[in-house]
């Protein structure tokens, strides 16, 4: 046994050296000890040998498998994973999902309910935690994860509780380029394709008899004064509350789409 590695002897009068980065793909290795013993029987790897120094460079860890190996088919986004915390940074939190695997939660994807500063505010090392796996790279060994993306959130419980075709009061907030943001409910936000004909050019049908240019200005006058009580002949505006028809829920992407109802 030394410091950087333990020697294991292959045959007689034959060694090789096991480093300490080769002994475990889950842990950092302080001593040899710590991983093997004097007298031990081990299987190993050998990773190379060099003739002209009379070393042999041994790896115990890969005779164990690579874990990394099958990681991308074990743990596909948007699978469901479990494992301990290992770690805490400020950027983000360490959880163990498989023995030699890690991934890292970034802390802005810890809680969906509050904005925290650091992990240690929601976790500690050695909690049991349950994630969603947003993105795994097997060749840079990365595996990003998300713990809010599993709590459900005012959208997700809105999209479940309604179907196509209902119609839903919204608030206008923003309106641009042919469309319009509608808040439907507190944190809740869709989308509605607005008609290439704006409301106000619509005419109502008079009476042969009637003043054209002066029921025209009347008209005007109501809408934009936001008379009207929400019909479709009202201007559109920022603020402006109307009744919608849903027709598009999509919980994967999280998206509602309406149309005026």
């Known amino acids: 046994m030394a410091d950087f590695g333990a020697f294991v002897e292959l045959e007689k009068g034959v060694e090789g050296l096991i480093h300490l980065s080769e002994m475990s793909w889950s842990k950092k290795v302080r001593r040899p000890s710590d991983v093997v013993k004097a007298g031990e029987s081990v299987e190993v790897v050998i990773l190379g040998v060099n003739q002209a120094d009379r070393r042999i ?3 115990l860890k890969q ?6 190996a099958d990681a991308v088919q074990k743990f596909p986004t948007g699978s469901i994973v479990e494992g301990a915390v290992t770690s ?15 991934g890292m939660v970034h802390v802005g994807d810890i809680s969906a ?18 994630a969603q796996v947003l993105e795994i790279d097997g ?9 809010k993306q599993l709590i459900p959130t005012g959208l997700d419980e809105y999209i479940a509780e ?6 839903v009061t919204g608030r206008m907030t923003d309106i641009s380029s042919g469309r319009a943001k509608v808040e439907l409910g507190d944190g809740v936000h869709g989308t509605c394709r607005l008609s290439a004909e704006p409301a106000e050019k619509e005419e109502p049908v008079a009476e042969p008899s009637a003043n054209l240019s002066s029921m025209s200005s009347m008209l ?8 009207g009580g929400g ?8 603020g402006q509350i109307r009744s919608f028809r849903i027709t598009k829920l999509d919980a994967a992407a999280k998206k509602i789409e309406v149309e005026m109802a």
């Not at 005779?63 to 990394?68: E, I, R, T």
């Not at 805490?88 to 890690?102: P, R």
């Not at 019909?231 to 920022?238: C, G, I, N, Y």
């Open 57 to 59: 460079s041994l790896g």
């Open 63 to 68: 005779a164990l498998g690579d874990p990394w």
């Open 88 to 102: 805490l940074q400020k950027f983000g939190a360490f959880v163990q999902i498989a023995e030699g695997v890690e």
């Open 113 to 130: 309910e509050k904005r925290i500063n650091h992990p240690q505010d929601l976790l500690k090392v050695g909690q049991m935690v349950r």
């Open 139 to 147: 060749e840079k060994r990365r595996l990003r994860l998300g713990m």
């Open 162 to 167: 309604h179907t196509l075709g209902d119609v």
């Open 220 to 227: 005007a006058a109501k809408w934009k004064g936001g008379q």
């Open 231 to 238: 019909s479709k002949r009202e201007a559109l505006r920022t």
